[in-house]
């Protein structure tokens, strides 16, 4: 069939690539040297291996372009991957645009996002160690509910610190986390010295992902059997998501089709990475495809933060990372795409970026929810609110591209469903979501933060 | 590949079924005729039409064995169809069990549940004869998710009557009707007369099924423009579910299958029907498949009740339908699979169990729960309340099995996931769910309000 008939672009089972693909590899300028906390020393693997697996540490610095995906991730995988690729005929007849709109749809996992690709490896790699516990710390909670369940799978155990303001907000993903067999703790928690020290000065810190982190990493550091897990920002994390681009490229091809514009939503970056990284080799390539990412306006790390070292978390446990950020000690408003309140950003997507091989914008929330409910209306899935910046993004670009009258191809990633952000979708809907200005003067608080190298 | 290496069993997209299969050309007595509840004489299409379409008319008292699908409905069923059917690896693992264990899941649909087959068909139907506005009512949500959707595919106005302790429970679901359009009022309500009585006599009413049903029929019925439209019991609903397991059939065979036992969670019958009717046929010819419904020992319409005439609704407004009934007048305790919770049974799934060539279990909800819990953290994939009950009557099945030192392919069906349905699981895991016995005297004094005939 032609690409004009398909709504469902279906690739083979067989075709599910076997490779995960290193952006590392084509880079034009290499990451700079994460620094240890305490030496401002570049790091080495020793200073990672009280946490982190030796194959992820491996993972993290490698420069290999293809790094194989284990038999058993693979298996695991095909649960719901190859995942469906949508023409979004019925967004595009809403917009009476001539662009080819595409979208590929991460939502059928069987947790409701594409955390589970880097959930299955991470713990995977980690039981392979010997490993007994995994800490981990989430936002949204959709990351703690797919180390959740892949800790259930290879029966390692879970401990997951969730941001507290969330935890309150959504009751629910504690369930979700437990029905899996994960532990779940609202943080700033009185089980950590990181916890106890903010509560102590802020006893109703609503907590960020920033402090999360700390209780996290302490957590791991502290125990022989235990490592810690992160569910964006470094390079093994978006290292695993690539098999989301990998499939789409395989799925435009099977209609022979190829994208103008790759757009994902922006957060940590594992979602925006995993669509976007495996076009890298064709743009450097000389093809002319534009890779976008979407961050809320809100919490603006690409479009306004600085590239430059700083901690992932508020403690100052973590390495310090190269990376674009708005300062550690920034606490984004409540915005309800929990998933993409966060200081800092993937170094690599940071590195990427700052040479013009990726693109960024920022949108508003309420815009971002009026986008979510015309996708939903006439695509039939409600999506998350993290997912729903990139569809903002899309419909400006199609506008766009009328204003201009030109067609373009456009494919973006719904990285999970919206079933379990219903309250979100309330609050929109009796008009109880605002927009944040974020200002200049904002900006240079939060950048008083910066370590110094 | 073999059938014990494959986990997820693929149908390709050109098999997708191009019929709905009918079980009345089949069934050896036919069924009883509904009556008019004021004649109290053989129902006539002229009393269905000032609320029904007058296809949907048809198919319910259609005797052809296969009616086409309309291109229009197959094209947006491959939105998420041909659903996924999966062996049980894990789940037969941690039984330790001989059998092989495979489960259809409808969970893949954009409202999550197997309810959109029937909704598109329902809607499309109403559309082609100008019908502008559709009502209905739901117990547990899925429903009035489904025909919301349905309805914004092709324009035409929702109003969703949602039972009142539902809506209560889970205010989220009033959301996510709202982001595909439709509107949702708590049952009873001051809208109509039905939910006017109701509550002159007992303003703290929470609802029931029939409740509901009332007003949405009422509603209908008062306004020219406007039909309405009911998510399971009759037959042209169980008709449209037939694609369930008329694609488990098809995918059984391409691995070499032929199940021993078949089971669903049974409410109104719409889910039992999908994944059994296909298989009557089979056992009419001498096949030895034992066809299972799992109901809520709450609410246990078939192992409990009686098949008598009675109404689908509290107040009468519906046509009296000789069915398994507990009596309309029967209000079930809150356990939490509201799709459960329901009086009456589907008349065509009632004769067929009169017949014997269907089976019928109940099961406790602490049961259900556990279940739900083991199939989470062997499958991955979190259930709806409703679904587990199927999973419950498997694991039984299986347990049993090994006592008798057999091996037999179980299939079941799980309608939807369980995304929406944490505060269940949340009350569950606190242990706040109770097992409520149904009694003699309780069945006694709800047979009360059955009609004389």
Redesign the interface.
């Known amino acids: 069939m032609s690409r004009e008939e398909l709504?469902?672009i279906?690739l083979p089972?067989e075709k599910l690539p076997k490779y995960w693909y290193n952006v590392q590899a084509d880079m034009p300028n290499p990451l700079e040297p994460g620094l240890n906390p305490k030496t401002k020393e570049p790091l080495t693997p020793a200073d990672l291996e009280p946490i982190f697996a030796k194959d992820l540490i491996e993972q993290e610095v490698s420069t290999e372009r293809y790094i194989e995906i284990p038999d058993e991730i693979r298996?695991l995988y095909?649960?719901w991957r190859p995942a469906p690729l949508?023409r979004a005929h019925?967004l595009e007849k809403a917009l009476d645009t001539n662009c080819r709109i595409y979208y590929k749809y991460e939502g059928?996992s069987?947790?409701?996002s594409h955390k589970l690709n880097s959930a299955l490896a991470q713990v995977y790699y980690n039981k392979k160690q010997g490993i007994k516990r995994i800490t981990t710390e989430t936002g949204a909670g959709q990351w703690g509910t797919a180390l959740s369940?892949a800790c259930?799978?290879f029966d390692v155990e879970c401990m997951v610190y969730m941001v507290k303001v969330s935890f309150n907000q959504k009751?629910?993903?504690?369930?979700?986390m437990?029905?899996?067999?994960g532990k779940c703790v609202a943080s700033p928690s009185e089980l950590t010295e990181s916890g106890r020290s903010i509560l102590a000065n802020n006893p109703d810190s609503p907590g960020t992902l920033a402090i999360a982190i700390s209780e996290a990493v302490e957590d791991a550091a502290s125990r022989e059997d235990t490592n810690y897990s992160l569910g964006s920002v470094l390079n093994h994390v978006c290292l695993h998501q690539t098999i989301i681009g990998q499939e789409v490229k395989l799925q435009m091809e099977m209609i022979d089709e190829y994208p103008d514009v790759v757009i994902g939503a922006v957060g940590g970056g594992s979602n925006f990475a995993g669509i976007a990284f495996p076009f890298i080799p064709d743009k450097l390539a000389g093809k002319n495809v534009r890779l976008v990412g979407v961050e809320p306006s809100a919490c603006p790390t690409l479009t306004k933060g600085v590239f430059a070292y700083d901690y992932g978390d508020v403690v100052g446990h973590t390495p310090m990372l190269k990376m674009y950020t708005l300062g550690h000690n920034y606490i984004p408003p409540g915005i309800h795409a929990g998933g993409l309140r966060y200081h800092g950003q993937s170094p690599l997507i940071s590195q990427l970026y700052y040479d013009e091989l990726l693109e960024a914008v920022a949108v508003r929330q309420n815009a971002v929810f009026e986008a979510?409910?015309l996708f939903?209306?006439t695509?039939?899935?409600?999506p998350a609110p993290e997912s729903s910046h990139a569809i903002r993004a899309t419909i400006d670009e199609a506008l766009r591209a009328q204003e201009e009258g030109v067609s373009k191809a456009i494919v973006f990633n719904v990285g999970g469903?919206g079933?379990?952000d219903?309250?979100a979708?309330?609050n929109y809907?009796t008009g109880k979501t605002e927009d944040v200005e974020f200002t200049d003067e904002i900006l240079q608080k939060s950048l008083d933060s910066l370590p110094k190298v």
């Open positions: 709504t469902k279906i089972e298996e095909k649960k949508f019925g059928v069987p947790v409701g369940l259930q799978i009751p629910y993903r504690k369930s979700f437990q029905m899996y067999g979510a409910m939903s209306q695509e039939g899935i409600l469903h079933h379990l219903l309250s979708y309330d809907l």
